[in-house]
């Protein structure tokens, strides 16, 4: 099993449309979760951190499951500019250096 | 605020050549992180520095690669001789020890090997 796992996709939704990314982690003692968004041929950028209780920024919820060891992203009402890749970051357990998931294509259409 | 700032932001170079990437983090951060991304292998961590010092470089795919922070605002990334598979997207990162902080990312170098 890989250590971060997504999905690739791509995602592709209408305008305004609601959609869910979920990343999958195998190393039980992992502590620090992230988002981050990619733009084609741009850096990653932090979109936000996973709190274990949830978090949420504007159209933005993050959401941690460790019992089934996921991550979970959700974007309410889509805009075109959401349009990137989305990367989950995972810590290694017992660590802080960070592990990146293959990230998950999203394309959003007028 | 200035990020991560690296340098060249594009480099094409032929087979065999030495090429040198360059990068300043973000002042105070205690790591430093070089990455590259293809297609093929998405985002891979290839050396981690804590506070100048080397801690794990076990992504470094072979010994062409060498990578070295001479001081807490400088590291290089080195590739002799260079090889056409290496052509990427290398990206350099900083973050703050605190707790478990995020990373900042530069631009990135193009690297494209003829």
């Known amino acids: 099993r890989k250590e971060v796992e997504q999905d690739p996709g791509p995602f592709n939704v209408p305008e305004g449309a609601t959609v869910a990314f979920n990343c999958t982690y195998s190393n039980s003692a992992s502590q620090s979760f992230f988002w981050y968004r990619q733009d084609c041929r741009k850096e990653p950028k932090l979109l936000m951190s996973?709190?274990?209780s949830g978090n949420e920024d504007g159209r933005f919820t993050a959401q941690l499951n460790r019992a089934s060891q996921y991550i979970s992203l959700l974007i309410r009402d889509s805009k075109l500019s959401d349009s990137a890749t989305y990367l989950c970051?995972?810590?290694?357990?017992?660590?802080?250096?960070?592990?990146f998931g293959r990230g998950t294509s999203l394309i959003v259409h007028p | 605020d200035a990020g991560v700032i690296q340098s060249p932001r594009h480099e094409v170079t032929e087979m065999g050549q030495e090429v040198t990437l360059r990068c300043k983090p973000i002042?105070?951060?205690?790591?430093l992180f070089w990455y590259r991304q293809t297609m093929m292998r998405g985002l891979e961590l290839l050396i981690y520095?804590?506070?100048?010092?080397?801690?794990?470089d076990s992504g470094m795919p072979e010994d062409r690669f060498s990578a070295k922070m001479p001081n807490a605002s400088f590291s290089t990334l080195k590739i002799q001789p260079s090889e056409p598979r290496d052509s990427a997207v290398y990206f350099c990162?900083?973050?703050?020890?605190?707790?478990?902080?995020?990373?900042?990312f530069g631009d990135g170098t193009r690297l494209s090997i003829l």
């Open positions: 996973v709190y274990s």
């Open positions: 002042s105070g951060h205690d790591y």
């Open positions: 970051v995972v810590n290694k357990g017992g660590s802080y250096i960070p592990t």
């Open positions: 520095f804590n506070n100048n010092v080397p801690i794990d």
């Open positions: 990162a900083s973050s703050f020890f605190e707790g478990n902080q995020p990373q900042h």
